[in-house]
């Protein structure tokens, strides 16, 4: 739980009850269909993107790889979004990404 941003966890504190029933209806999206985890980690990442949300961006990046995603195929949904959000918009969500993967493979201090 601590890999979770600080305003998450202060929300998990504050609102057990709201925090737990939108984990639930999380839980159950992901199961109403057909997309394996990776899969559903790159839609959500594409998502992320398409919001320009960086925060998600880097909780998606994460959530992909420990779904079994390589960075290959993390940086090639985001470049698949040049056309429908733009240059700018795929840039900005790319570098989070590469930030997050960063991170992700660097050793731990």
Do not use: C
């Amino acid at each position: 739980m601590s890999q979770l941003p600080e305003a998450y966890r202060t929300f998990l504190q504050d609102y057990p009850t709201v925090a737990g029933v939108y984990e639930q209806l999380g839980a159950a999206a992901a199961e109403a269909g057909p997309l394996d985890a990776k899969t559903r980690e790159l839609v959500k990442l594409a998502m992320a993107a398409a919001l320009g949300s960086e925060g998600a961006v880097h909780s998606h990046v994460h959530r992909a790889l420990a779904a079994g995603a390589t960075a290959a195929e993390i940086e090639h949904t985001l470049i698949l979004g040049v056309t429908t959000l733009g240059f700018p918009t795929m840039m900005m969500a790319l570098r989070w990404a590469r930030t997050a993967l960063h991170q992700a493979t660097s050793p731990q201090s």
